[in-house]
């Protein structure tokens, strides 16, 4: 079965089970400040976890779209994706653990079909330091559960993944007992990390065996928690009974509430014997597109393709959850997996312009469940579209760059911070970079520079202001020339008599003062930012030329602070392929050489007065 079979499949038989449907929540959690995204299925429904009472009811399942940003490192095995659908039922205070151990289970060897001779299942055996004792209640209900089915029920007491590599399974044994670390669950983790106020529980987690070789790099033996591949884990039903305490203890909830979550394309992977999620067809179909693109085999470049094919997923449903690529927040990591998506392409020799095929087949794939997606197609295709180009134009000039910075041997945090700010690579991708080529660096190095140079842009921001500019970075040259596209929108809207008055511009922003006497309408503000983003998307050419001073002056070239040029100037044009000309104008600072290489979309954050007759605009790259 195919991941939109199971679905279906699971939602109708927990509505048979007396639960509600209720639809995903959003890839960007609502109310919840403590976190980017939706990165589990329990999230949106903590309010009802810890006692509010849910509109519904108090039997739910979904299916909840979830992405983990920690997880893009991952991203490479058979089994770890950054975006994925969690399979959800919820008890608020109803049932619990006699009744949600045979839910699960019994759906997956009845309904889905699999082997039960395969499932092998894992509980918790207390934290006495967090005062939490053995689930010796689960590890009962298994023991009746396999019986009832003739099969073994054998306990194997594991402790520690480490542990358990050493101990290895003993014959008969299907249930397995490990520590806190793998058998609590908390958005924080384990108990000693968890928060005050934090819920959580132990867990009984569901794992099938695919078989195949022990790999010993994972421990002399195998065991259900191995991460050799052999053992996938496809369910997990969290007993949520727990919120920490002030003093670091634990208190029981009111109410006892049951989490389950099921990886739906882990599920549809066992169902067809094979452990590799991406050879699920929502997955598998951009796999088999790549091939045929490049000539080149899944089986011999598995980390390429599964970077594409997850990343280009993932994005498509972000930016369906309404964030484009940007340079903060959740737009960050989209634009990371479309750059980190890029630099695979081309290692594969991927042609350009494929990443948009991929998103309208993932919008194909799953735009019957998720209506959205069809919705907004154009808005998804089009974003991926523009980051995609934005980055190859920068990629190539940033991989000599590397290049060049690895040829003496050595990688240091200056070039780390170049390949940054000059060329937009993010910190992690020079990293992966450098570990291919067995250079370690330094976050913490990183981190220093980076805080160094905010601190000096914003002291300079506080002594510069007329025609100030925080540095050369690329991304610094790139808000300079959207300055004076945003002068030249300014004056197209509003007339002739806007003039620059002052700017500050900072990697993070620009700030521009100008000549007028009225607050801008919102109409005005959109025609600007319009204006702007027209001639980013044209592809417009940046030429620089010299001229007499007077002569310019006399044809009309914009310009402020006439009196501080020589007599001879640099006027720079910003001109598209077919001539229309979107800024002329007097500058003697560094600018993009094609509007085509600004990353991000103008948008106007703030307009206001400045002083008598002038105005103020802040303004960013999104």
């Known amino acids: 079965m195919n991941a939109n079979q199971i679905r279906e499949k699971f939602l109708a038989y927990m509505v048979a089970k007396g639960h509600v449907e209720i639809p995903s929540a959003r890839l960007v959690p609502e109310n919840d400040p403590t976190t980017l995204f939706t990165g589990s299925g329990m999230q949106p429904l903590i309010p009802y976890l810890m006692g509010e009472t849910h509109p519904k009811g108090v039997r739910l399942t979904d299916s909840q779209k979830c992405f983990r940003a920690a997880d893009i490192e ?23 653990k006699k009744e949600q151990l045979p839910f699960f289970y019994n759906f997956l060897v009845d309904e889905v079909g699999l082997d039960p001779q395969r499932i092998y299942v894992t509980t918790f055996m207390g934290d006495e330091a967090a005062g939490v004792p053995k689930d010796d209640e689960s590890i009962a209900l298994w023991q009746d559960i396999f019986a009832a089915r003739g099969l073994s029920n054998g306990i194997g007491v594991m402790g520690s993944e480490e542990a358990g590599g050493e101990r290895g399974m003993h014959e008969g044994e299907r249930i397995f007992v490990y520590d806190s670390a793998k058998n609590w669950w908390s958005r924080s983790g384990k ?56 003093d670091g203890t634990f208190a029981k909830l009111p109410q006892k509430n049951v ?53 280009l997923r993932g994005a498509t449903f972000i930016i369906g959850d309404g964030v484009m690529p940007s340079n903060t927040d959740q737009g960050y990591f989209v634009r990371r997996l479309i750059r980190r998506a890029v630099r695979y392409a081309d290692m594969l020799g991927l042609p350009e312009g494929s990443f948009a095929q991929f998103a309208r087949a993932v919008i194909a794939a799953y735009g019957a469940r998720y209506t959205n997606l069809v919705t907004d197609a154009e808005k998804i295709v089009g974003a991926i579209e523009a980051e995609e180009t934005k980055f190859r134009t920068t990629l190539a000039k940033g991989m000599k760059e590397f290049d060049r910075a690895i040829a003496d041997g050595t990688l240091s945090t200056d070039d780390v911070f170049t390949l940054f700010t000059t060329y937009g690579f993010p910190y992690e991708l020079t990293e992966e970079l450098a570990s291919e080529h067995g250079f370690v660096i330094s976050r913490g190095d990183f981190d220093a520079k980076m805080g160094e140079h905010q601190a000096l842009s914003r002291a300079g921001a506080e002594q510069k202001f007329k025609g100030g500019l925080a540095d050369s970075s690329e991304i610094v040259v790139q808000y300079h020339t959207v300055t004076h596209l945003m002068l030249a929108g300014l004056r197209n809207v509003l007339g002739d008599h806007v003039h620059q008055a002052g700017s500050n511009i900072t990697g993070e922003r ?44 006399a044809a009309g070239v914009e310009g402020s602070f006439w009196e501080k040029y020589p007599d001879e100037v640099k006027v720079y044009t910003v001109k598209d392929a077919e001539g ?40 960013v790259l999104v």
């Open 74 to 96: 991952e991203v490479g095995d058979n089994r770890h994706t950054t975006f994925f659908e969690m399979l959800g039922n919820w008890s608020l205070g109803d049932y619990f």
């Open 191 to 246: 108990p000693a990390n968890m928060p005050v106020g934090e819920i959580g529980g132990p867990d009984s987690e569901f794992f099938y065996d695919f078989g195949g070789e022990h790999d010993t790099r994972y421990g002399a033996q195998c065991h259900p928690n191995c991460d050799c591949g052999r053992f996938v884990e496809v369910g997990n039903s969290v007993f949520i009974e727990y919120i920490k305490q002030a």
């Open 259 to 311: 989490d389950f979550g099921g990886g739906l394309e882990r599920i549809a992977a066992a169902s067809n014997e094979n452990s590799d999620v991406f050879l699920v067809p929502e997955l598998s179909m951009i796999i088999k597109d790549v091939e045929a693109k490049t000539g080149k085999a899944y089986a011999e470049n598995h980390k390429a393709f599964r970077v594409i094919a997850d990343h």
């Open 510 to 553: 620009l700030r521009f003062d100008f000549t007028h006497g009225e607050k801008m309408t919102p109409e005005q503000i959109a025609a600007v930012e319009a204006y702007v983003n027209s001639a980013i998307k044209a592809q417009a050419a940046v030429s620089i030329e010299m001229m007499a001073k007077d002569a310019a002056h």
């Open 580 to 619: 229309k000309v979107y800024s002329r104008e007097l500058c003697g600072g560094p600018h993009v050489e094609n509007t085509s290489t600004i990353t991000g979309t103008f948008k106007i954050q703030k307009e206001e007065s400045s002083s008598q007759g002038i105005r103020r605009i802040k303004a």
